[in-house]
């Protein structure tokens, strides 16, 4: 036996169970009742036969009015389910019975019974399956109905948004837009995203990125699979115009550059002020003091002390000489990157007692200034802070030069530190800190990454382009590396 088939309904009226909707038939129905009053003519007819069956000279078989019964009954199972045939079979019952009650079997009682056996199990299993199906496609015919309304409020959302919203085929044309879309260029179903944008696109990576238009507008790109159309898969792509938020980035990068530039140009005359000035008297004041040490008839306590003046002018005038180089390196723009950073490593291994060493991978060549400049500033500030914090042992600097990449990396031994603190140290400038390291790396279109471990030890690499760059046509999306 068939299990009973559950319909969901959005009304308030579930569907009842069987033996509810088979003892309350359609009572209020006028076509049920025209059914009845069929089945009533049948059963008068019949009953006439029997009684008098000269009427029609024995024309007509006696069995045939009791199969016409199926008609009748099949129409009610047809039009009301398992209600309508089950009452329309008992109706038909009741009134054969003054038949089956004729005497001398006029009625034929075992014949007709055998028939009414045979009608009833048709009204059953024919009712039962109409209702199955009516049920089926009740159900069927709500689903359809909701995917209608979701549809329906897929359609307004689609043409209320404020995006570009633009469905592509599986061929990548595009088959639909939104007015907002079309208010950008009316021509837009039947082209590409390529076309649209007048830029490359990856649909298959692009979501969450931004894309710079030719129109000079930058938009954050969303694509989703959307249900299958008549001609197969289909994607939705968002276009949300992100051109005032990159605008204020672009600026406010522009500033940090600029700030960036004004720092070494005050470095640099600071640097050329010390080297033209005060180094140069105390070198001088040195020179003045030794002659004047050694001049005839000056006591030795006075030359003693002359002596011990002039080597504390000798040690100013180192100092002033170190900070002036740290300001701003002339072996940098004299000799280059390389021998810059060999001479960092060298000063550091002799000063500290490290093991320190360089390691020059490819091809050395001559850098743009900028991207020399801020290879030079990583290096020295990550020797910088090995020198105050690490308590390293040994100190590894790689510089490599690949194709269109400049890839730095210092690495040490020492006490290392939780990256999650990363320049939060107090009194510390910005433009000196680490993160002032990434900032300069950042603003050349680079990256810079710190790797620590408390005990272990740290690993500074930062990757330049060769060639300062704009900011990418195809940003990562907010929160990535």
């Known amino acids: 036996m068939e299990a009973e088939p559950h319909l969901e309904t959005t009304g308030t009226e579930a569907p009842r169970p069987v033996l509810e909707r088979i003892l309350r038939p359609p009572l209020h129905q006028r076509p049920f009742w025209v059914i009845q009053v069929a089945v009533l ?35 009610a199972a047809l039009r009301y389910g398992l209600a309508g045939s089950v009452a329309t079979t008992a109706w038909s019952v009741l009134l054969w019975l003054p038949d089956l009650m004729l005497p001398n079997d006029e009625g034929h009682a075992g014949n007709d019974l055998f028939n009414f056996a045979i009608i ?55 088959v639909d837009a939104n007015p ?17 944008l007048g830029t490359p696109v990856d649909l298959d990576h692009v979501s969450g990125h931004v894309l710079s238009a030719t129109t000079g507008r930058d938009y954050r790109l969303d694509v989703v699979e959307i249900a299958p159309g008549p001609t197969g898969a289909r994607r939705q792509v968002t276009f949300e115009d992100v051109t005032e938020e990159r605008t204020e980035e672009r600026r406010a990068r522009r500033f940090a550059q600029q700030i960036v530039q004004v ?3 005050q470095r640099r005359r600071l640097a050329r002020e010390l080297h033209d000035e005060p180094l ?51 072996a940098l723009d004299q000799l280059g990157l390389v021998p810059a950073l060999s001479s960092l490593v060298a000063e550091l291994e002799d000063e500290e007692g490290l093991n320190a060493h360089i390691e020059v991978q490819g091809t050395p060549r001559r850098l743009h200034d900028d991207v020399g400049l801020v290879a ?52 510390e400038p910005p433009a ?17 990454v710190v ?11 930062a990757d330049l382009p060769l060639e300062p760059t704009a900011p990418p046509a195809a940003e990562a999306p907010d929160g990535a590396d």
């Not at 059953?124 to 359809?144: H, Y």
């Not at 907002?180 to 649209?196: F, W």
């Open 432 to 448: 000196m800190g680490m993160v002032g390291m990434r900032e300069r790396a950042r603003l050349l279109g680079g990256s810079l």
């Open 280 to 330: 140069q008297l105390f070198l001088h004041l040195a020179r003045r003091l030794e002659l004047l040490s050694s001049a005839p008839g000056v006591p030795d306590d006075v030359a003693t002390r002359l002596a011990e003046t002039r080597n504390q002018a000798l040690d100013a005038a180192t100092r002033l000489r170190s900070l002036a180089r740290d300001l701003r390196p002339p």
């Open 263 to 265: 720092e070494e140009d």
């Open 180 to 196: 907002a879309a079309t208010a950008l260029d009316p021509t837009v179903v039947g082209r590409s995203v390529e076309a649209v």
């Open 376 to 427: 030079f500033r990583i290096v020295q500030e990550s020797l910088r802070n090995i020198r105050r914090h690490a308590a390293a042992h040994e100190v590894r600097v790689v510089i490599g030069f690949d194709a269109a990449t400049l890839r730095l990396s210092v690495v040490d031994d020492g006490i290392g530190f939780d990256t999650h603190r990363l320049g939060r140290r107090a009194g």
């Open 120 to 174: 009833a199990v048709v009204a059953i299993v024919f009712g039962r399956r109409v209702e199955i199906e009516r049920l089926t496609q009740a159900r069927a015919d709500e689903i359809n109905a909701r995917t209608l309304a979701v549809q329906a409020g897929y359609r307004r959302l689609f043409e209320s948004s404020r995006s570009p919203i633009l469905v592509l085929d599986q061929e990548g044309s595009i």
């Open 41 to 75: 003519v049948i059963v008068g007819v019949h009953f006439a036969l029997d009684v008098r069956p000269s009427l029609v000279h024995d024309v007509l078989p006696t069995s045939i009015p009791v199969a016409i019964l199926v008609l009748p009954i099949g129409y």
């Open 451 to 461: 790797r620590s471990t408390p005990g272990v030890g740290t690993a500074i690499e």
